[in-house]
């Protein structure tokens, strides 16, 4: 092996140039000049020597494709996502609902609010699981999965609309929440936090995207839109991306190889994110790899995030790295700015452990790692075409697709809808990133039976998410009864005749409509319902039947 930049002849000492470095003090920031590499082809940097475990963690050969996915969606008793949607919905509909009937609000007689009773845990599951499932049958709105048109049959979805009526579905998308509304500083204050509405679920997620799966070597940081045509002060511009150039912005780290998301932080803004003199690129990777420090893993990341003090900087904690850089960058070889470089040629410098690389191909780019060689190496192009290219761009190549994979799996499944709450958008995102960690878990664990494919995989989630749950049909014809009947509670509860009290009487809600009885008062009621029943017949009638009369 050659030797590296400290030693050997590899390393022209005598030809320092001087000209790459600035200042005094940029030399003692940066450990020094830059020296020239003489013969490339047998130059090396040390390898990484990682000696962790990679895949997925504790999951077991019987477990069912649900529970690969509940297990990012529960990190422990006091964080679940689930719990969390139950309680903050059923408090923010509440909340709500109490607001609207204040004086001189009146809440009308066919409201939503009026119909409103609390989510159970069954009932977030199937929302959840009908949300996944529109990533699947892709329509252009929400009302468009219940429409019932004899004229467009062959559009129509009746399962949807047996699962959850559409009311029922648009109530709890509108009561929707993760955080509860009293309890978060105004903006301005201390501790206010732009993202207080999803951070719970965020949170959670990453603590259990960490915890489930061990992350390979090598490893990638890079940026992950979420589109977003609203308005919020997160939203970003991105001028290189044609196809979405204002979306919400995250920074990921990945597993190279699976495309699995390993940790997401979502950017707020220079006003609302902490900085560093070294630039947001390094305080996102630094971030990013923080947990990762001292484990030899090796980075990929592009020229948005490279500079010279990022790569020391984790270098001095045990993580190798490699990059495209911008060759004005601080820190990099003056003469990378003005060499004169022909086609194929490579310029290769070294200092303390660092290695710039300047390789011209269709066009001069730069490069920085801490591992590796800059040797030349055969390879295959995308046309399939044999090509000689430096071994690090090929590791750079091989390795930096890790977010990019990922991304095309959640768009597969991720469901396509309109919204003005930048929040609720990146909720249904969290959610499909999870289904596809969970898809990636269940086809990297050893399992006896052939396994499904991801569009399989998604479509026996959501099956499994829903389950039993249908109350869509009963709602449906509940619509055809009086709006004060309409509570499921005298269908499913216990129920018993009692005579009203202080001599008082009513009339029988079942048979009054008759010419016949319209006149008649009863002494009887059923007291939970608040409505007089006739003893035995209409009694029965009105506790077991949709439409009783």
């Keep these: 092996m050659a030797n590296n930049s400290d030693s050997g002849s590899d390393v022209d000492a005598s030809d320092e140039d001087v000209s790459d470095l600035e200042s005094e003090e940029e030399a003692a920031f940066f450990r020094g000049p830059w020296f020239s590499v003489v013969d490339p082809q047998t130059f090396q940097l040390p390898e990484p020597d990682?000696?962790?475990?990679?895949?997925?963690?504790?999951?077991?050969?019987?477990?069912?494709?649900?529970?690969?996915?509940v297990k990012f969606l529960h990190a422990d008793d006091d964080n679940d996502i689930i719990d969390i949607l139950l309680r903050e919905t059923n408090?923010?509909?509440?909340?709500?609902?109490?607001?609207?009937?204040?004086?001189p609000r009146i809440l009308g007689p066919h409201s939503r609010f009026r119909n409103w009773v609390p989510v159970t845990s069954d009932e977030m599951l199937a929302f959840i699981g009908i949300v996944l499932s529109m990533g699947i049958v892709k329509k252009p709105t929400f009302e468009s999965y219940w429409e019932s048109n004899p004229r467009a049959w062959s559009f129509e979805t009746p399962n949807f609309g047996k699962v959850m009526s559409r009311n029922r579905f648009q109530a709890i998308l509108q009561f929707l929440h993760c955080s509860d509304n009293l309890d978060v500083p105004e903006p301005g204050e201390e501790g206010y936090d732009p993202l207080h509405k999803i951070s719970p679920v965020i949170n959670i997620l990453n603590e259990t995207f960490g915890k489930n799966y061990s992350l390979n070597q090598d490893v990638c940081v890079d940026e992950r839109m979420v589109g977003f045509k609203g308005r919020h002060q997160l939203k970003q511009y991105i001028s290189n991306k044609k196809a979405r150039r204002w979306d919400i912005k995250l920074w990921v780290l990945s597993d190279f190889i699976?495309?699995?998301?390993?940790?997401i932080n979502v950017y707020k803004g220079r006003r609302n994110e902490r900085r560093s003199p070294n630039g947001q690129g390094y305080q996102a990777v630094m971030d990013l790899m923080e947990p990762h420090f001292y484990k030899d893993q090796h980075v990929t990341y592009d020229s948005f995030f490279t500079s010279p003090a990022l790569v020391y900087d984790l270098l001095d904690k045990g993580t190798h790295s490699t990059g495209t850089v911008i060759k004005t960058r601080k820190g990099m070889p003056s003469s990378f700015k003005t060499t004169p470089i022909q086609k194929g040629e490579i310029r290769v410098k070294t200092r303390g452990g660092v290695m710039a690389i300047l390789w011209a191909d269709r066009r001069v780019v730069s490069f920085l790692t801490t591992t590796g060689s800059p040797r030349f190496v055969q390879t295959t192009n995308d046309k399939g075409r044999d090509i000689s290219i430096p071994a690090v761009v090929e590791k750079y190549n091989h390795t930096m697709g890790g977010v990019d994979l990922g991304d095309q799996l959640i768009l597969q499944f991720e469901p396509q809808f309109k919204s003005l709450k930048m929040w609720r958008?990146?909720?249904?995102?969290?959610?499909?990133t999870a289904a596809v960690n969970a898809f990636i878990c269940y086809r990297d664990t050893f399992l006896v039976q052939q396994k499904l494919n991801h569009l399989k995989f998604h479509q026996q989630l959501c099956q499994e998410l829903i389950g039993g749950y249908r109350q869509g049909s009963r709602n449906r014809q509940m619509r055809l009864v009086p709006v004060q009947h309409r509570t499921l509670a005298r269908l499913t509860e216990r129920h018993f005749p009692s005579v009203i009290p202080e001599g008082k009487r009513k009339k029988c809600v079942v048979c009054a409509g008759?010419?016949?009885?319209?006149?008649?008062?009863?002494?009887?009621?059923?007291?939970?319902?608040?409505?007089?029943?006739?003893?035995?017949?209409?009694?029965?009638?009105?506790h077991t039947r949709i439409h009783f009369k």
């Excluded at 408090?91 to 004086?103: E, F, L, N, V, W």
């Excluded at 958008?425 to 499909?432: A, I, W």
């Excluded at 008062?521 to 409505?531: A, K, P, S, Y």
């Design 91 to 103: 408090r923010y509909a509440d909340q709500k609902i109490a607001q609207k009937s204040r004086p």
């Design 258 to 263: 699976t495309g699995y998301t390993h940790h």
């Design 425 to 432: 958008k990146l909720l249904f995102h969290s959610l499909v």
């Design 50 to 69: 990682f000696t962790e475990n990679a895949g997925p963690v504790n999951f077991g050969p019987g477990m069912a494709i649900l529970d690969f996915f």
């Design 514 to 542: 008759n010419d016949r009885f319209k006149k008649t008062r009863i002494q009887w009621w059923c007291q939970d319902c608040e409505v007089g029943l006739c003893v035995d017949r209409c009694f029965r009638l009105y």
